[in-house]
């Protein structure tokens, strides 16, 4: 029977996994990676989880599932609200339900954006939850009881504190970092110990896990593990957090050698990540560019930063800093790396339908043209427009107008500055096109290394390996170069009908529980969208 184990590392990028095994760190690793195939995988245009892991879980781009970002804008009365994304605001089928569905069993843990939970046949917690909301995050529900109840166990560990989670982008104290890197091993720790319980007592067909601590050291503690910025004399304490970074690393190859080896030799092992890392090294304030251009107007009393904020302490304290109605376009979060267009609605504020294309081209242009004072370099790099927007094409009505990508891939800046661009004291983290992709098992070749796989060609992958058809409707593909040829002929690739719709798929979803909806509230609430 055909099985597959699939292991996420969030945020994982060959720039240092291959420094860290080629040090001994990481010694499973390297052997697993010497047995198998590797390539780079390209994520999607905005490297970031939701887009990125929705769409290596679907097959499917952003503008065909409509997940940008952890948040969405909503837009009334020359008024902008956003709101928190789930599983209901993915507009297209999961590779967890299509195996479901076709008889085989899943079992799915710490997935980005999987809550409130869609049945499947096996097991599903979805990740970036707080604790409290695990229960309405579990399905079946029973696996959360049994978690509760299962001695020695803290399964509080297996949430999020969404406070501690926005100092990502908001820096830590020196204070805070050895917590902080011990929340996210603990954290790891559980979530292995989670799967290795599923795995010995209700072994699935597919078998998937998020490690996410990768992503949240490799953020703040960039710095002490990119060999390239570690300090050759550090103080004391620098090198004590390194080895606090190092030791991270190797429990995660413990983990990994744990899960693979309790798979079976008959198992085909994949390893994803939803894109990759490298240095920040400033700040771009997106919205002071825009206010300098005459796009954007700051309401009088608009606070400046005089740090290196990428946004207020709570978003919705930014929104109040812009006057709306003499607004013409901005950006809302850091994370989306986005630019909206404040269309006229018939108030004669804001730019006309007739006008948007032209509107788009110019601030592309001019966001192209522009140069860092300080040392006359290009700041906004490949500005990608809406085309389906411009080319009147269905399109979600919250998807950016514009997408930049900064010179550093860093995240913009939504507050005020007296300058557009920042030098940082100290390099940070940040996300790369440029993820990971690792196979091994009875049906992939060995001792490889390939050409660079999309993002989008994972769940046609899975499919494959499980022995089930791949649905026509696919963006990706099946990257049949790490398949071997002997597995190719027996196994042939094979094509079906098209996915569900997500109303179908709704069709046989549970509607939405009290629990639930007050979980979604206190999370808005949580996040500080929401009085």
């Known amino acids: 029977m055909s099985k597959v184990l699939m292991i996420g590392l969030d945020g994982a990028t060959f720039a240092l996994l291959k420094p860290l095994m080629n040090d001994g760190v990481m010694p499973f ?69 299509m195996v479901s569905r076709q008889n085989k069993r899943v079992t799915c843990m710490n997935f ?47 949430g999020m504190d969404i406070a501690e989670e926005k100092k990502c982008i908001q820096g830590l104290d020196q204070g805070e970092y050895e917590p902080w890197i011990d929340l996210q091993s603990d954290r790891d720790r559980a979530w292995t110990e989670v799967l290795c319980y599923l795995m010995k007592t209700d072994p699935t067909d597919l078998t998937a896990v998020v490690f996410d601590g990768t992503d949240k050291l490799q953020h703040l503690f960039w710095r002490y593990l ?66 300098q251009h005459g796009y954007l107007k700051w309401v009088n009393d608009a606070e400046t930063d005089d740090g290196w904020k990428l946004t207020a302490d709570r978003i919705k304290d930014h929104t109040v800093m812009i006057d709306w109605e003499q607004t013409l376009a901005y950006a809302l979060t850091p994370s989306s790396n986005a630019i909206y267009v404040n269309m006229d609605d018939g108030s ?61 891939y860093g995240f913009v800046s939504i507050v005020r500055s007296g300058e557009v661009v920042k030098p940082r004291h100290k390099p940070d983290g940040t996300h790369r096109p440029n993820g990971i992709f690792i196979g091994r098992g009875p049906d992939i070749k060995s001792g490889e290394k390939l050409e660079p796989l999309s993002i989008l060609d994972i769940t046609p992958v899975l499919l494959h390996l499980l022995d089930l058809p791949i649905p026509k409707d696919m963006e990706g593909r099946v990257p049949t170069e790490i398949i071997r040829s002997d597995s ?20 046989q979803r549970e509607e939405v529980s009290d629990e639930e909806k007050e979980a979604l509230m206190a999370q808005l609430k949580l996040l500080g969208y929401m009085d």
């Open 29 to 97: 690793l390297k052997k697993f990676v010497s047995e198998g195939v590797h390539a780079d995988l390209m994520s999607t245009q905005n490297p970031l989880t939701p887009p990125a892991w929705i769409s290596m879980v679907t097959g499917r781009s952003p503008e065909i599932h409509g997940i940008y970002d952890f948040l969405r804008p909503e837009f009334s009365e020359n008024q902008v609200f956003l709101k928190v994304n789930d599983s209901r605001d993915i507009c297209c089928e999961t590779v967890w339900s």
């Open 226 to 291: 990119a060999p390239e910025l570690v300090d050759p004399n550090p103080t004391p304490w620098d090198a004590h957090i390194r080895e606090m970074c190092i030791a991270y690393y190797r429990q995660l190859d413990s983990s990994i050698e744990t899960l693979v080896n309790l798979s079976g030799p008959d198992t085909n092992v994949i390893m994803t990540s939803d894109h990759g890392f490298g240095a920040t090294t400033e700040v771009v304030y997106i919205n002071e560019w825009l206010a």
């Open 348 to 408: 004669g504020k804001g730019v006309k339908p007739e006008e948007y294309a032209e509107f788009c081209d110019r601030l592309k242009k001019q966001l192209l043209d522009y140069r860092n004072p300080a040392d006359n370099g290009q700041i906004f790099i490949e500005p990608e427009l809406n085309q389906a927007k411009i080319a009147g094409k269905p399109h979600f009505p919250y998807s950016p107008d514009i997408t930049v990508k900064l010179r550093d």
């Open 112 to 158: 980005y954006g999987m809550s409130p939970p869609v049945p499947i046949d096996g097991y599903l917690i979805s990740g970036f939850i707080p604790w409290k909301h695990l229960r309405s995050s579990t399905y079946p529900t029973s696996l959360f009881e049994t978690l509760k109840n299962k001695p020695n166990f803290d399964y509080k560990q297996l």
């Open 488 to 507: 190719l002929i027996s196994k042939p690739v094979k094509y079906g009908e098209n996915t569900r719709t997500t109303q179908d798929a709704s069709q």
